[in-house]
């Protein structure tokens, strides 16, 4: 082509409206925020501390960016993008044409990464069985078509790259042959998807400049040195205060060339702050870019952040700028850093173990786009042994340790009863100890504090009934707590309490409440624990409130499901130590009105034998893991063997489908039927009101149909309670449990 001809102007994505133009295919590739451009910054900032793949790596994604909508450039494509068309969708297939070009160059992990840009990563595996079709098009209903469809790409793919050289210049991207691990395939993956999402985010809806600010770690610690200073000048004199203090004191100095680290500290140690504290000392002298802190339950993650925020916000920030919430509640007063919160980008942020944990083994790029996130970052994995099933631990073991090895990322596993899953041959392949976080002489203190703040006793003999089991629970000095195993065990035990002794003498919380009336709850057992002068009252709840609930009752029970789950629940017992006589019991009851939850059948065992050898405490967790994976060893290392088995063999779908943290039968149920009526005519929902109003009912849904379970139209996957529930008490427990008495045809909702 003659260096004056015109050049022609092709699209990557058309317009808006007709007094808007379409995105040009240079601007999406080359512009300010262009995918080229950001992937490539996505990149390096990942790979800058790879020991092999510092250089290669950013130009495998480099040449991916480069290809990656090449197939645009198809004229029945680029009639549709300019507005010649008015076809609404694309009539070809705009990803074959960068796949196959890449393949031709012989840069086959690019050829992967564009080929998997919007479908996500394959069965590598399969797709070689392919051979003609490996990462190209295909029709599994019309075979061939789909032939004819590649046979067409590889006879234009030269003009279409001449297109693509007239858009964009005479680029020299280079074209490597790399070899990646599956991790470092997620990884490229995510740094190409978040650019070319982004761009085009920003291109139909473009965001005002929002400010996210740098880690800045150093003016972070001193920050959180100041309010945890301020807390303990505050603090009355005491043994388990000065012990928290020296932790914090010694974490915030603490360096260690280590980059996964254990932390077994107990209730009342100032985990967070500390942990936090020696995240950003890490930082600031490597020179890490973000600090994750993961929490085991979407319902301790507000407070959490309210710390954060008020320990660690510089003067003049915005405080959501700094510290962002990652779950389906999180809030924003500015709703445009949402977008932010979903994509990790922020220098602080507070996620879930079940995002965390599935990002990092997902192949759908909704998941995987923020991983790049993760490299360069220091990570507090809190409550870690309740984090994911022990089952998983084998495969995501394995990714740990190369986060931290070759791509800058530093760990630190911690929880008040700690399961050291990477020691055990049982749950992991290569087993190693950790460094602790927690040097000795402290961690005798807190063990020392721990052991005097709370007594955990086991009962021997089963209660015969209800009536024995509130009779004793109401003999203890209040208030009490009552931690039952499924939502149904904890409503029947919450009415049998309030119709002995009053309504106004039990507070209930569970999912049987959505979470706008969980909220109210959470709220109203802070206050009536602040009200010392008024004990004698009742909470009864399922395990939702056993890790990271800022509470603190007299008295504690705990219907036997595991010792760690008991030594959980002891959190909310004595928590500050300022109580005498704290009791937690761990009981069984036999009454009909109960359901016996068979998944916990072994667990409740393995517990009973653990009591009766006096093996009741927190120094047994990772001994009782270990019993447990020697009773159910065959399907638990069965199961962790096959996911590393899958990932070696680089099926990613099959990987994702295994580590899936939640794997449950659940259905979204709408309490409030004005939102149902509203999603039914159509009118428009946000996907907040629809969580808040709404529970997630793990069942057996066959039996649904009989308590009259309205499914939405053409929607198959919400539904609308329509018998009474009550959001200061039983929520919809309120209603199941009159049909269920008068259907006598129970189903068993845990």
């Known amino acids: ?182 991790l470092g395939r997620r990884i490229a993956l995510s740094c190409l998807v978040d650019a070319d999402h982004s761009d085009t985010a920003n291109f139909y809806s473009p965001p005002d400049d929002l400010e996210i600010p740098n880690l800045t770690p150093t003016e972070r610690l001193e920050s959180l040195k100041a309010y945890v200073g301020k807390l303990s000048r505050a603090s009355e004199e005491t043994l388990q205060n000065q012990t928290r203090s020296d932790w914090f004191n010694y974490c915030a100095k603490f360096s260690t060339k280590s980059s996964i680290l254990e932390c077994d500290a107990p209730v009342g140690s100032g985990k967070t702050t500390s942990v936090v504290a020696h995240l950003l000392k890490v930082a600031a002298e490597r020179k890490l870019g973000r600090i994750f802190v993961v929490l085991p339950f979407t319902n301790i993650i507000d407070q959490s952040v309210e710390i954060l925020r008020k320990a660690l916000v510089l003067p003049g920030e915005n405080p959501e700028a700094v510290v962002m919430a990652h779950h389906h509640r999180a809030e924003f007063n500015d709703f445009r850093y949402r977008g932010y919160a979903s994509t990790w980008n922020a220098p602080i942020v507070v996620t879930t173990a079940v995002q965390f944990f599935e990002a990092i083994s997902a192949c759908h790029t909704g998941s995987l786009r923020k991983l790049h996130r993760l490299c360069n970052s220091a990570v507090m994995v809190d409550e870690a042994h309740t984090a994911i099933p022990i089952e998983l631990w084998g495969q995501h073991w394995e990714w740990l340790q190369e986060l931290c090895r070759d791509w800058g990322s530093h760990f630190v596993l911690a929880s008040g009863s700690l399961v050291k899953f990477w020691s055990m041959k049982e749950a992991v392949e290569r087993p190693s100890s950790l460094l602790s976080l927690v040097p000795d002489n402290l961690s005798a203190q807190f063990k020392k504090i721990d052991t005097t703040r709370v007594t955990l006793r086991s009962r021997s003999e089963k209660f015969t009934s209800l009536d024995s089991l509130t009779r004793f629970i109401s003999d203890t000095p209040g208030p009490r707590v009552v931690v039952m195993n499924t939502v149904q065990n904890a409503a029947t035990v919450a009415l049998h309490l309030a119709e002995s002794f009053g309504r106004a003498s039990v507070i209930h919380l569970s999912t049987a409440l959505c979470p706008r009336d ?32 800022n509470f603190s009752f007299q008295t504690g029970f705990r219907e036997r499901s595991s010792l760690l789950s008991t030594i959980q629940l002891g959190g909310r017992v004595n928590r500050d130590g300022d109580r005498k006589d704290s009791i937690l019991w761990d009981f069984e009851v036999d009454d009909p009105e109960l359901t016996k939850f068979e998944p916990l059948k072994g667990s409740r065992s393995v517990t009973a034998d653990f009591a009766k050898k006096g093996q009741f405490s927190a120094e047994f967790s990772s001994e009782f893991i270990r019993t447990i994976l020697t009773v159910q060893g065959i399907s638990l290392k069965e199961a962790a063997k096959k996911i590393i088995k899958l990932e070696s063999q680089l099926n990613y779908p099959e990987v994702e489908k295994s580590c899936r943290v939640i794997n449950s039968d659940s259905k979204t149920v709408i309490i409030d039927f004005h939102v149902f009526e509203r999603l039914k005519n159509f009118e428009k929902v946000s996907f907040r009101e629809i969580q808040e109003s709404s529970v997630q009912m793990f069942t057996n849904f066959k039996k649904f149909n009989l308590f009259d379970i309205e499914r939405l139209p053409g929607r198959s996957d919400i539904y609308v309670w329509k018998h009474e529930y009550s959001p200061d008490f039983l929520g919809y427990m309120e209603g199941y449990l009159r049909l269920e008495k008068s259907s006598r045809i129970g189903f068993e909702i845990i």
């Not at 409206?17 to 925020?33: A, F, I, V």
């Open 518 to 549: 969980r909220v109210k709850i959470v709220e109203r057992i802070k206050l009536r624990l602040k009200n010392h002068s008024d004990n004698n009252w009742f909470l009864v709840a399922t395990s939702c409130i056993e890790a990271g609930m």
């Open 1 to 182: 082509m003659p260096k004056d001809a015109p050049r022609e102007k092709f699209y990557a994505h058309s317009a808006v409206s007709k007094e808007q133009d379409g995105q040009t295919y240079s601007e999406h590739l080359l512009g300010r925020s262009g995918v080229v451009t950001k992937s490539v910054e996505f990149a390096i900032e990942a790979s800058n501390r790879h020991p092999k793949l510092k250089d290669s790596f950013p130009k495998v994604v480099e040449a991916a960016a480069y290809f990656h909508d090449l197939g645009k450039l198809l004229p029945e494509n680029q009639a549709v993008l300019s507005g010649s068309s008015t076809k609404k969708s694309l009539p070809s297939n705009h990803v074959d044409a960068g796949a196959a070009y890449l393949k031709r160059e012989n840069c086959i992990e690019g050829a992967l990464l564009v080929y998997s840009h919007h479908r996500g990563l394959p069965d590598i595996k399969k797709e070689e069985r392919h051979r003609i079709s490996w990462y190209r098009h295909k029709d599994q209903e019309d075979i061939e078509k789909a032939c004819e469809f590649r046979d067409r790409i590889d006879s234009v793919l030269d003009d279409l790259v001449l297109d693509h050289c007239q858009s964009v210049g005479e680029q020299n991207p280079e074209y490597l042959q790399l070899n990646l691990t599956g």
